[in-house]
């Protein structure tokens, strides 16, 4: 681990990385418990719900660097793999991952040809593949085409109950964005990101790890689909195949700290409340905002806002007189 | 099919060749100098159709006019963007996430500049050329059509005497092949970046009005050509201009001719289509098409 | 002995021009190879190809006597063979014992007991070992062609490609990476190594082969080549008849 990732552990020693994030998951569980409204409750859902997406989009893009602009593809076609199981009697945690797999199997299609450009050809790739499945979608009449797809719900409508399933997966995401990392897998898909070739020549297979790592997150992405799917009962490609999901899906981790584990909850989490109020009223200035904060930080904090807080975190180190020293 | 629609459908795919050639031109300049994927690309086509629009809503300008001094507005706004933000990106000799990122900020701030400005309406420019015809022979244009060709041409035309009879087509041709020679020999690299740039975009913007003269358009109607112009430029080689003339021409006989047999409603995934089969079939594999060509010792 | 590697006929072209054509050779195992040549001869081409960074146009590059010319580069170092760059391509986000790490994982099939203490003990050998923490884009440029030849090292190859690891050092540095040569050789790993630095391949190597527009043309012991008048005049050129 470079320097300041040993400060930071030192910063928070092994207990207090533990502690937090179960202090975390334990606020948001009991949550809806506490009385708040619906709205707040649906709030928290939808940034739960981009997460898992924002996770999932950042094992590929950011720990392997490979920035991927078609996202939307695994989360339309998980939510309609979901909608379709649901609406046939099957049980949610099934559809579920049935919604997962059928995301990961697109990413290996969308990959083979794909995953061999390298950088910027392999993000306008995407940008057409995203475009191509939303084209063939919204034509295609046994899922409804252009007028969506209707999801029959069985029983009342529970909201706690989406919340938490919402929960849950954004906790697998996490977790296994933590497992992901600290991985040899994960050492992989760092050098891939700082020199594919150099990471060839010392035994590392660029094309099965990136493949690998797209799956996955296509997979945590297509499970995030579904959950939507069975929140809403409506779908439709539009709403789930555009190119403003990819775009969102991508502004959230690169926002927030692209490659990082908590950069992508931090960007998810302010993505979808300031979505949500915003959608309404003024989507423009949302995109316009992103658009600036995105030049911002690409210009001038690559780190996004983890890597505001990391600066941060040195800052007070230094200052504490603790006898550290700046990294050179 | 008879001989006469056919013909037609050919010179159309021809005619539309024309303006595709305009629009990816941009993006090459750029991309062959400062290896950079221009994402924000797209804006400028569409900041160039509302621009030539304006002129004409506001001030009856011809919107052939309009292009024209397209070509001198947005030069200044392209040294302008890349005064402001472009240069601060870290030269490279391969294209870079980092530029990417930045140009689709930039692309997203220009696209919602122009939601938030125009709205999302349908605009079009509607001129008494927009719905005349020539005849020639047992043929049948739209006037706008072979208008928006003419001036097609023209531009590329001034690009190529650009590109071989100046000091600048000379460092830009010097530092497409190969940038570390050009630097060696003397080529300014930083100011033929800025105007390289600045003429990308005054190729995206006049582009813009171009296309603006044949097709309605909303903020959002960069993205699609966007695409195309990718398309273009995989399909006729990144970095020669010979080349964008032949992927224009390649993508714009499929498109015209998908008709026949094709729904309608698969259209935009022709682009798409193409570029998977582009980059599947290319010789040498696509890798090499990518890869700089490995330097020799 | 059987040769360790053997090139038969290795041919690579690029958009027509032919940058390696019929190149034959063989080399046997533990040993120092010097592969020297002018700018533009195609040594590092001739480097890239037998890595399998870079695929052969046609001939055969055998290994162990195994036909290796179709591997690509990670099929490559798994087989024995490794390179390094001429300009170091370090991880440059990760640490120094990261980056080694990489090399010491993903390296060969056998698994290292300890990653962290292995590759101690690499960083230890080349002279790095106390900046194991450090970012390796914050290295010197002698520093980092260590960290290269530790990344590679830590692969365990039994073939060692090196790229001009001279380049761009000091005296001093050069001849402690020389020594280091030496250790690497004496530990059993074959190299075949390229340099532009006339003396480090004098001072090092047992047989040198020369090469000049592409083809092999000629090899032999350090003292035989260095007078060898066709690689005088590949190097500086037909002397100008008075």
Known sequence: MTETAKQKEAFFSGAARLAIPSLLLGVLAVFPLAGPGPNAIRLLFVSLMWVSCSVGWNILGGFAGQISFGFAVFYGLGSYAAAISLNAGIPRPLALLIAATVAAFASVLVGIPTLRLRGPYFAIATIGVSEAVRVVMTNLQFTGGASGYRITERGAFNQHLHYYVALILAAIAVGLSVLVRRSKFGLALLSIREDEDAAADLGVNPFLCKLEAHALGAALTGAAGGVYAGYSDFIHPPGVFGFDISVAILLMPTIGGIGTIWGPVIGAVVYGLIHEELIASFPEFHLLLYGLLLILIILFEPGGVEGLFEKLIRFARTRSGSGSHSEA | MSTVDFLNLLVSAFLLAGVYAVMSVGMTVIYGVMKIVNLAHAGFLMLGAYFVYELFERFHLDPLIGVVLTYPAFYFFGIAIHWLIVRRIPRSDVPTTTSLLLLFGLWLVLQNLGYIIWGNADRSILTSRTFSTIQLGPLIFPTVRLVVFGAAVVSLLALEILLHRTWFGRSVRALMQNSESGQLVGVNVEKTARTAFGLGVAFAGAAGGLLAMMYSFTPDFGGAFLLRAFVIIVLGGLESFGGVAIGALILSLVETFSILVIPSGYQPAISFSLLALGLVILPGGVAGLWNRRQRLT | ?242
């Open chain 3, 1 to 242: 002995m059987a040769p360790i590697l053997k090139l038969d006929r290795l041919c690579k072209n690029f958009a027509g021009l032919a940058a390696l054509k019929d190149v034959s050779f063989e080399i046997e195992p533990g040993g120092i190879t010097g592969l020297i040549g002018p700018n533009g001869a195609g040594k590092t081409t001739l480097l890239s190809v037998v890595a399998g960074s870079i695929p052969a146009s046609s001939g055969a590059i055998l290994f162990q006597g195994r036909d290796i010319t179709h591997l690509r580069a990670h099929g490559a170092v798994h087989a024995g063979i490794a390179r390094t760059h001429q300009v170091p391509k370090p991880f440059r986000t990760l640490s120094v014992l990261e980056n080694v790490e990489v090399g010491l994982r993903f390296g060969s099939r056998q698994r290292a007991r300890n990653e962290e203490t292995e590759s101690l003990k690499i960083l230890e050998w080349v002279g790095i070992a106390h900046l194991y923490l450090m970012r390796a884009s914050a290295l010197s440029a002698g520093d980092l062609k260590r960290l290269e030849l530790a990344r590679v090292l830590a692969a365990r190859p039994s073939l060692l490609l090196c790229d001009e690891v001279c380049s761009g050092l000091t005296e001093f540095e050069t001849s402690a990476i020389l020594h280091l040569l030496a250790d690497i050789r004496r530990a059993g790993t074959t190299i075949l190594y390229v340099e532009h630095n006339l003396r480090a391949i004098m001072a090092v190597c047992d047989r040198v082969i020369v090469m000049n527009y592409g083809q092999k043309l000629t090899e032999g012991t350090p003292e035989a080549v260095q007078n060898d008048p066709a690689v005088i005049e590949a190097y500086i050129g037909k002397p100008s008849v008075a």
